[in-house]
Nanobody, 123 residues
Framework: QLQASGGGLVQAGGSLRLSCAAP????????IGWFRQAPGKEREWVSC????????YYTDSVKGRFAMSRENAENTVSLQMNGLKPEDTAVYYC??????????????????WGQGTQVTVSS
């Protein structure tokens, strides 16, 4: 099971750090992605991290503001979100997929999902 945490209410320009606990979804086999869904909108991909080389990818709207990384021992993945904007308000989910070694993680259909965490950015 994947479990996202760390959401909350923050003012525009502020920061939050989301964590995804992913026991069993090791870097040896899985790419991990972050997605978000705002009220009334479709779920969108936010970022992901490769299997094998931990290369990260981001949707254009968060590039330069968000940074994703793996923590080592606990199979935890973090999403550091800086410069938050009201349009970042959404429920954030982490997800996993068995991925090819060093294959770009952005093109997969993610199979394993956890419960989300709410991020609210006030203006």
């Amino acid at each position: 099971q994947l479990q996202a945490s760390g959401g909350g209410l923050v003012q525009a320009g502020g920061s939050l750090r989301l964590s995804c606990a992913a026991p069993g979804f090791t870097r040896d086999y899985y790419a991990i992605g972050w997605f978000r869904q705002a009220p009334g909108k479709e779920r969108e991909w936010v970022s992901c991290i490769n299997r094998g080389d931990d290369k990260t990818y981001y949707t254009d709207s968060v590039k330069g503001r968000f940074a994703m990384s793996r923590e080592n021992a606990e199979n935890t993945v973090s999403l550091q979100m800086n410069g938050l904007k009201p349009e970042d308000t959404a429920v954030y989910y982490c997800a996993a997929v068995i991925a090819g070694y060093r294959r770009p993680c952005a093109g997969y259909e993610y199979k394993y999902w956890g419960q989300g965490t709410q991020v609210t950015v006030s203006s």
